[in-house]
Antibody, heavy 121, light 112 residues
Framework: EVELVESGGGLVQPGRSLRLSCTAS????????MHWVRQRPGKGLEWVSG????????GYAESVKGRFTISRDNAKNSVFLQMNNLRLEDTAVYYC??????????????WGQGILVIVSS | EIVMTQSPLSLPVTPGEPASISCRSS???????????LDWYLQKPGQSPQLLVY???NRASGVPDRFRGSGSGTDFTLKITRVEAEDIGVYYC?????????FGPGTRLEIK
C-alpha cells in the first residue's frame, strides 16, 4: 500500500524558513516524479512544485519561484520542500503527491494526508 | 501559462439523478502522444484529494463506473450517471501538459 507522510509543518514568522519532508513507502520511489500541492484555508488546490525521478526536471509555481526549493533523496524515499522568506499568504495545508510518471507530469495517483503551515507574527 | 475554468462552481443534486461538470482550458491539452493531459480529482470533506479520472477519460483504480470523463482539446466533462450521497465534495480538473500544473477553481457538489 502506498503511503506518503508529510512532516515539518508548523507556525513560523514571516520572513523565516521551514523545510517540509515527505517520506514515501509502498512503491518504487525512484520510478516516480513527486509534487507539492497546497490549499490555503477555505480555498482550492494550488500546485506548488514538482520534481522528476532523477531531479532533472523541476518546476515551480510563479508564486513561490525564487523562495521555495524542491529536492529529493531517492536513497531515503523522501522529497523535500525548502521554503524561505515565508509570507502570510503561504499559510496552507501542503500535500505531497505521487505522479504516475517519472520524467514529466501526468497525474497524481496518490496523496499524503497534508501538513499545516501557518505563517504569522 | 494555461488557465483552467470550471462550471458550475456549485452543484446541488438529488440522489439518483445525474450530474455534469464542465472544465475548460485556455489552450489545448492534447499532446502529440494522443493523450489529453486532463485529470479529475475529488476532495471529500476533511480528506485529501483523490484521483478520479486521468488523461481525460480513464477511471482510476477503484473508482465506480458511474464516473465518466470525456472531452478533448480545451473542453472536458465529468459526468456522474447517478449521484450517491458519498459523492459530495469538491471536484477539481487539472492540466499536467505544461508547467506550471494548474487546477480549476473547483465545483462543490452537494446533496439536495
Amino acid at each position: 500500500e502506498v503511503e506518503l507522510v508529510e512532516s515539518g509543518g508548523g507556525l513560523v514568522q514571516p520572513g523565516r524558513s521551514l523545510r517540509l519532508s515527505c517520506t514515501a513507502s509502498g512503491f518504487i520511489f525512484n520510478d516516480h516524479a513527486m509534487h507539492w500541492v497546497r490549499q490555503r484555508p477555505g480555498k482550492g488546490l494550488e500546485w506548488v512544485s514538482g520534481i522528476s525521478w532523477n531531479s532533472d526536471n523541476i518546476g515551480y509555481a510563479e508564486s513561490v519561484k525564487g523562495r521555495f526549493t524542491i529536492s529529493r533523496d531517492n536513497a531515503k524515499n523522501s522529497v523535500f520542500l525548502q521554503m524561505n522568506n515565508l509570507r502570510l499568504e503561504d499559510t496552507a495545508v501542503y500535500y505531497c503527491a505521487k505522479d504516475n510518471g517519472g520524467t514529466g507530469w501526468y497525474f497524481f495517483e496518490d496523496w499524503g494526508q497534508g501538513i499545516l503551515v501557518i505563517v504569522s507574527s | 501559462e494555461i488557465v483552467m475554468t470550471q462550471s458550475p462552481l456549485s452543484l446541488p443534486v438529488t440522489p439518483g439523478e445525474p450530474a455534469s461538470i464542465s472544465c475548460r482550458s485556455s489552450r489545448s491539452l492534447l499532446h502529440s502522444d494522443g493523450f489529453n493531459y486532463l485529470d479529475w480529482y475529488l476532495q471529500k470533506p476533511g480528506q485529501s484529494p483523490q484521483l478520479l479520472v486521468y488523461l481525460g477519460s480513464n477511471r482510476a483504480s477503484g473508482v465506480p463506473d458511474r464516473f465518466r470523463g470525456s472531452g478533448s482539446g480545451t473542453d472536458f466533462t465529468l459526468k456522474i450517471t447517478r449521484v450517491e450521497a458519498e459523492d459530495i465534495g469538491v471536484y477539481y480538473c487539472m492540466q499536467a501538459l505544461e508547467t506550471p500544473v494548474a487546477f480549476g477553481p473547483g465545483t462543490r457538489l452537494e446533496i439536495k
